[in-house]
């Protein structure tokens, strides 16, 4: 652990993509010192079941950290309940030019324009195998699919099912990337019914296979209309009637709108806007499909956690789940057992008995 903390304040001093990297180096070399947050005793309050799975607490690592599935263990090892890896397409690309990630320090915040940078499946499936095969049952690991850039359709996303249902916990297909040319246009109407049909054979042919049942969950904008979130919600309910359709929604990804509140030197900056600023909008969008879905799906809640209290609002306005990333970029581990001790607080102070009973109480 010492050595990990050691490396803080020099990251501070890095460009944001350097010092990711090394932050990302640093795990897959061990330099977590032994941090065992996997193993320690959980509050019993924070305990949870979603689609089959054992979550002893419900806060994960949002996708982007990890994107190439280089220190999954090593984060579990921090003490996430569960970890998003990626978002990774088939084929390797590498993104946007740099400077293409800001901080946004005074607001807490960052501004990202990566564009999917990845090392592609074949690199990723093989690291992930690696980590089944050593860790196998010792933490929860979605993957997070998105499409190359200059790809047409939406046969990318039933690539990335076949190849990543055997190896992962649960599955995201990512249409919501503010950096991706033309992808949250498959979040409207026929275009998203398509694509939902599509990887949902692709499910169905892994399960035939002999696999099992992988979740598939969607992660949506937050800068959709309401007329948006409702059309959206009528596709997904109706995909999910017969059981066999999408299983969860992630809520939200990065937003391209800009409060007035921002204060930094980056604020305009093209991309999308994640960290503090983005947590009303995406808490109010949850809260909308959280409604809009009758609370009969999961759903995940990220965007501007940064404390117990947050994490609650969101549980509260319908999140089975809470992911973090920015929050986690700025302040390090800690905030990890800081949110969880918080959240369990919370829970107590209120007569809550299960933090299952939380969710959608302000919704």
Same mark, same amino acid.
Not at 107 to 117: H, L, M
Not at 248 to 259: E, H, K
Not at 337 to 344: A, C, F, K, S, V
């Given at each position: 652990?010492?050595?990990?903390?050691?490396?803080?304040?020099?990251?501070?001093?890095?460009?944001?993509?350097?010092? #990711?990297?090394?932050?990302?180096?640093?795990?897959?070399?061990?330099?977590?010192?032994?941090?065992?947050?996997?193993?320690?005793?959980?509050?019993?309050?924070?305990?949870?079941?979603?689609?089959?799975?054992?979550?002893?607490?419900?806060?994960?690592?949002?996708?982007?950290?990890?994107?190439?599935?280089?220190?999954?263990?090593?984060?579990?090892?921090?003490?996430?309940?569960?970890?998003?890896?990626?978002?990774?397409?088939?084929?390797?690309?590498?993104?946007?030019?740099?400077?293409?990630?800001?901080?946004?320090?005074?607001?807490?915040?960052?501004?990202?324009?990566?564009?999917?940078?990845?090392?592609?499946?074949?690199?990723?499936?093989?690291?992930?195998?690696?980590?089944?095969?050593?860790?196998?049952?010792?933490?929860?690991?979605?993957?997070?699919?998105?499409?190359? $850039?200059?790809?047409?359709?939406?046969?990318?996303?039933?690539?990335?099912?076949?190849?990543?249902?055997?190896?992962?916990?649960?599955?995201?297909?990512?249409?919501?990337?503010?950096?991706?040319?033309?992808?949250?246009?498959?979040?409207?109407?026929?275009?998203?019914?398509?694509?939902?049909?599509?990887?949902?054979?692709? $499910?169905?042919?892994?399960?035939?296979?002999?696999?099992?049942?992988?979740?598939?969950?969607?992660?949506?904008?937050?800068?959709?209309?309401?007329?948006?979130?409702?059309?959206?919600?009528?596709?997904?309910?109706?995909?999910?009637?017969? @059981?066999?359709?999408?299983?969860?929604?992630?809520?939200?990804?990065?937003?391209?709108?800009?409060?007035?509140?921002?204060?930094?030197?980056?604020?305009?900056?093209?991309?999308?806007?994640?960290?503090?600023?983005?947590?009303?909008?995406?808490?109010?969008?949850?809260?909308?499909?959280?409604?809009?879905?009758?609370?009969?799906?999961?759903?995940?809640?990220?965007?501007?956690?940064?404390?117990?209290?947050?994490?609650?609002?969101?549980?509260?306005?319908?999140?089975?789940?809470?992911?973090?990333?920015?929050?986690?970029?700025? #302040? @390090?581990?800690?905030?990890?057992?800081?949110?969880?001790?918080?959240?369990?607080?919370?829970?107590?102070?209120?007569?809550?008995?299960?933090?299952?009973?939380?969710?959608?109480?302000?919704?």
């Amino acid at each position: 652990m010492d050595a990990f903390h050691a490396i803080g304040p020099l990251l501070r001093l890095l460009p944001p993509e350097t010092a #990711h990297g090394l932050s990302i180096w640093a795990l897959g070399q061990g330099l977590t010192g032994g941090m065992t947050g996997r193993n320690a005793v959980c509050d019993p309050l924070l305990e949870s079941r979603v689609w089959g799975l054992n979550f002893p607490h419900p806060i994960g690592l949002a996708a982007g950290f990890d994107k190439n599935a280089r220190a999954l263990g090593p984060l579990l090892d921090l003490g996430f309940a569960f970890v998003e890896a990626g978002t990774v397409t088939p084929l390797p690309q590498p993104g946007n030019p740099r400077p293409r990630m800001f901080r946004l320090t005074a607001d807490e915040a960052v501004i990202n324009r990566f564009g999917f940078n990845s090392e592609g499946l074949d690199a990723f499936t093989q690291r992930l195998g690696v980590f089944c095969d050593t860790w196998s049952g010792k933490g929860i690991v979605g993957v997070n699919l998105g499409r190359n $850039r200059h790809s047409a359709g939406t046969a990318d996303y039933a690539s990335g099912v076949s190849r990543c249902a055997p190896l992962a916990d649960y599955l995201v297909i990512n249409v919501s990337s503010p950096n991706t040319p033309g992808l949250r246009d498959l979040q409207t109407g026929e275009r998203l019914e398509g694509l939902l049909e599509q990887v949902i054979t692709a $499910r169905d042919v892994a399960i035939s296979s002999g696999g099992r049942r992988v979740p598939l969950l969607l992660k949506l904008a937050p800068d959709l209309a309401l007329e948006e979130r409702e059309a959206i919600a009528g596709v997904i309910m109706e995909s999910a009637a017969g @059981g066999s359709g999408i299983d969860g929604l992630i809520i939200s990804n990065t937003t391209v709108s800009r409060p007035g509140s921002l204060r930094s030197r980056h604020r305009d900056e093209v991309g999308g806007l994640s960290g503090r600023p983005l947590f009303d909008l995406s808490t109010e969008v949850l809260r909308d499909f959280h409604r809009l879905t009758e609370g009969k799906l999961p759903l995940i809640g990220v965007g501007g956690v940064a404390s117990g209290r947050d994490a609650y609002l969101k549980i509260r306005a319908g999140a089975s789940l809470v992911q973090l990333y920015t929050a986690f970029a700025y #302040h @390090g581990p800690a905030l990890i057992w800081r949110i969880r001790e918080e959240l369990g607080d919370l829970l107590r102070e209120d007569g809550v008995s299960s933090v299952t009973e939380a969710i959608g109480a302000d919704a």
